[in-house]
């Protein structure tokens, strides 16, 4: 199962990747895994403002939906629009195409207080 | 075998009412307030949509239902449009599902489980269909699922068709699936070969127990919320 070393992590199975102050995000490898194929994506509004742990997405396969929480505070300031036609890319590249909204935060603070990769990785079942 | 509760109501419970009882249920459940638990009712009629809402799979408009005493209610459940209503089990677990336990698939093909194994145990032959949710037999489809994930807790579930009027399901086109018949328990079996509720719900609490190998003790609705002490 894939955890790349670069990217942030919680323990509800979403990543983070601070690009200069933006933070991108994600459901992980393993997250997509357990949902199986994905048919439907519910995402944020753009300009909506956020705190830590509030659901803001929802993902769905089959028959199972699943919510998605905000790693951090802050504004999401874009969506993966390309998803809402193409649920798939979820499953296909989670850490890459399948990204889900970009949040500015506005207490970076909380991003130290993320999971690593090895933290991250411990959460997940022995293969 | 792990302990969890099962609570099976003998009144109709309202489908709103059901939704926030679970959400309860779910925060409770995520801070280890209560065991696994099981509730297994039925609704007064009422017509779901899933967290989509394509109201183009109802066929008749939310006036003409309501005349009928038909609310309709969107669901956070996965899965798109069905009925519930007397005649018609649910059962929605309350389950927190460990990190080496089923994901989405394997909690579906458990799901599915309850039903043909309570189908098989009065003599119902059922079956999957391959890329579908839920439980057929040759008449149709007399099971649906629907159910979420809240950090891994389950909510929502599955409904079993005992003895509903099947004319409800008419109004909707039954989890966006065109052409699908639906079926129920008295139909296959002939209405006064049909075993009551309380037998079909006690059967299903025994198939519940076997497929998630659970020991489950009783628990009353009133009960539900109370802190156990032996967790």
Redesign the interface.
Known sequence: MQVPEDLKYTE?HEWVRNEEGLCKVGITEFAQ????DLT?V?LPEVGASVSAGDEVA?V????????V?APLSGEIVEVNDALSDAPEKINEDSFGEGWLFVIRPSEPGELDGLLDAAAYRG???EE | MSFSRFCIFEEPLPYPEAVSLQEQLVAARLADEIPDTFLLLQHPPVITLGRRGRKNFLLADENTLRKQGIEVQVSTRGGDVTYHGPGQWVLYPILKLGRNEMGAHGYLHALESVALQTAAHFGIEAYRKEGKAGAWCDQGKFSAIGFKFTRWVTSHGLSLNVNPDLGFFDLIVGCGLVGERVSSFAQVLGGQKCPGMDVVGDAMKGVVGEVFQRELSAVTPDRLLEPDASL
Not at chain 1, 60 to 67: F, H, T
């Open positions: 509800s895994s357990q949902l199986a439907f519910d929802v769905e396969s089959v028959k199972a939906a699943s919510d929480y959460l997940l079942p």
